[in-house]
């Protein structure tokens, strides 16, 4: 069983920050990527950022500049902080982890249940 698990999200002003966590726990080898994805009600999910193993980091449009991603791998936890926040980044975040479960497998993508960013003017 493997279990991601987001955390951190709330009600912020806009200018505020937040800073969510992301959890990977159970059966698990290894974690690969970790993504944070962001889902506008009424649209599609989007990419928001993306960091590797080694930490190499990546940011789409949405929080470019705004948003920084990162990650501790002895705790199979990524973060991000969002910083300026507007009211466009309502949304719900949700993390995607790549996780490897055993040496002889291929890795596979898990996503949370998300967590609810609210930002009011």
């Known amino acids: 069983q493997v279990q991601v698990v987001e955390s951190g999200g709330g009600l912020v002003q806009a200018g505020g920050s937040l800073t969510l966590s992301c959890v990977v726990s159970g059966n698990i080898l290894r974690v690969e990527n970790m993504n944070w994805y962001r889902q506008i009600p009424g649209k599609q999910r989007e990419l928001v950022a993306t960091?590797?193993?080694?930490?190499?980091?990546d940011y789409a449009g949405p929080g470019q500049g705004r948003f920084t991603i990162s990650r501790d791998n002895a705790k199979n936890t990524a973060y991000l902080r969002m910083n300026s926040l507007k009211r466009e980044d309502t949304a719900v975040y949700y993390c995607?982890?790549?996780?490897?479960?055993?040496?002889?497998?291929?890795?596979?993508?898990?996503w949370g249940q998300g967590t609810q960013v609210t930002v009011s003017s």
């Open positions: 960091i590797t193993r080694r930490g190499t980091t």
């Open positions: 995607n982890a790549d996780i490897k479960q055993t040496r002889d497998s291929g890795s596979w993508f898990y």
